[in-house]
């Protein structure tokens, strides 16, 4: 499975937007940010999962554990940058 977004992708993140299982979103974490798929709601907050779990130093929620959710700072609406990929 190809990656949905790729290093150097430019993104239209809604702060705050509602949050729904299967939506992009960005998360804050102690080392920086976070792109990752809302995969369902729990107690704790949001288990995040990465599109490809086989890729090399993944971390999501299998590693860390459900986002609380005032560390979802919004959803994923678009990609906009690069416009067009190479079939590479």
Same mark, same amino acid.
């Given at each position: 499975m +190809?990656p949905?977004? $790729?290093?150097?992708d430019? =993104?239209? #993140?809604? %702060?705050g937007?509602?949050?729904r299982?299967?939506d +992009?979103?960005?998360? $804050?974490?102690?080392h920086? =940010?976070i #792109?990752? %798929?809302?995969?369902?709601?729990t107690?704790e907050?949001?288990?995040?999962?990465?599109d490809?779990?086989?890729?090399?130093?993944?971390?999501?929620?299998w590693?860390?554990?459900?986002?609380?959710?005032?560390?979802?700072?919004?959803?994923v609406l678009f990609?906009?940058?690069p416009?067009r990929?190479?079939a590479?």
């Open positions: +190809l949905v977004l $790729r290093p150097g430019c =993104l239209l #993140v809604r %702060r937007a509602p949050i299982a299967g +992009l979103v960005i998360a $804050r974490r102690p920086g =940010l #792109v990752k %798929r809302a995969f369902r709601r107690e907050g949001w288990w995040l999962e990465s490809n779990q086989s890729a090399p130093g993944r971390q999501d929620s590693d860390f554990g459900a986002i609380p959710e005032q560390d979802i700072l919004g959803r990609r906009y940058w416009l990929r190479s590479s």
